[in-house]
């Protein structure tokens, strides 16, 4: 074995480590700037320097963004959101409907692209993201989020790749556990009286679940799901669960 393959070698073991420190910092950070933080410096060697994770809800015949953790250009952020690029970005589109993953000059060569779509990457380049990473995470405690990391030149190795398919799910739940804590305590300042059971049922139909994805999520019964939905909207009198979600 070469020295060159040496290196490579003890690079791979130095991605694992670091992998697994930001997995382990991950769990325990008790802030969304924690947490950034936290993939910030993981990234920093593999070329990443601006990502963001945006959660999904079912609406309608598709999906919509309901909360984002990130710190991407809020340039970027404030005009993919208000010119609605999600649903126009090939890119995004086969995340969320296929599953795609991988990096945005290959993703980009297997989907369609339209003049929307280049106006997308053109964005993003403007923006210090000309290259990127993007990957659909099915939440473990149900719903969807879709993670894109990017940066001015991203490593493309097999093990980078695997480095971020893997960091971008820990930081889609570690965020997805953190918006709930906020949640919660969002609630008890309001004074919002709901039970612990009654919080868990508001926050997963809140990332999109039906009342039978919640009960098999939960490991309850559906007639239990359907008691808290009915005492949560008349303790926060809502007209359904879309307006106790708002």
Not at 204 to 233: F, P, W
């Amino acid at each position: 074995m070469g020295p060159s393959a040496l290196a490579r070698r003890g690079d791979d073991a130095g991605l694992g480590e670091r992998l697994l420190t930001f997995s382990l910092a991950a769990a325990a950070c008790v802030t969304r700037a924690e947490l950034k933080s936290a993939l910030t410096r993981f990234l920093a060697d593999l070329g990443g320097t601006r990502f963001a994770c945006v959660y999904l809800r079912r609406e309608g015949g598709g999906y919509c963004i309901q909360r984002s953790i990130g710190n991407a250009s809020p340039d970027w952020q404030s005009l993919y959101l208000q010119r609605g690029y999600e649903a126009r970005d090939p890119i995004f589109r086969g995340a969320a409907r296929a599953g795609a993953y991988g990096y945005w000059r290959e993703l980009a060569q297997r989907l369609p692209m339209d003049d929307d779509g280049r106006e997308v990457m053109d964005l993003a380049r403007d923006c210090d993201m000309p290259e990127g990473f993007t990957r659909r995470v099915m939440l473990d405690h149900g719903g969807m989020a879709i993670m894109m990391i990017a940066g001015e030149r991203l490593d493309e190795h097999p093990r980078a790749a695997m480095a971020f398919f893997h960091a971008s799910g820990v930081f889609a739940n570690e965020g997805a556990r953190l918006l709930r804590l906020d949640m919660l305590r969002d609630a008890a300042i309001e004074g919002v009286r709901l039970s612990p059971a009654e919080l868990s049922v508001l926050t997963l139909r809140s990332e999109g679940l039906s009342n039978a994805d919640v009960a098999r999520s939960l490991g309850r019964k559906l007639k239990t799901v359907e008691t808290h939905v009915t005492a949560i909207l008349r303790q926060l009198e809502a007209r359904n669960m879309v307006d106790a979600v708002r």
